[in-house]
């Protein structure tokens, strides 16, 4: 992924609209590159900020951060991972099941 594409993904990224396969690459630059590390700070910031500011609830906590968010994102990545290999797995022991009843 190129740092235009990572900079397109900011706002789909922070609104939770990225396919695994998006979210892997952004995740993936995002913690290569200084550079849209710090936008992604900065956009996420902004946008956090607007929403704080558009809801009337004054006390509408934000409590996340933008790194927080990143953690979150790769913990998701790795759960999918994890859950995507017991998938295989379960696969191959039917398959080996299947074989031995025959
Ligand atoms: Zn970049």
Do not use: W
Request: a negative charge.
């Amino acid at each position: 992924m190129q740092c235009k594409d990572v900079q397109s993904k900011f706002i789909p990224f922070i609104n939770d609209e990225l396919n695994y396969k998006e979210l892997k690459g952004f995740l993936e630059h995002i913690r290569q590159c200084k550079n849209c590390h710090e936008d992604y700070d900065f956009y996420y910031t902004m946008i956090i900020g607007m929403r704080y500011l558009d809801s009337d609830n004054s006390t509408a906590e934000i409590e996340m951060d933008s790194e927080q968010l990143l953690n979150d994102a790769e913990r998701y990545l790795l759960q999918y991972k994890i859950l995507k290999g017991e998938k295989i797995l379960l696969l191959i022991v039917i398959c080996i099941m299947l074989i031995l009843l025959l």
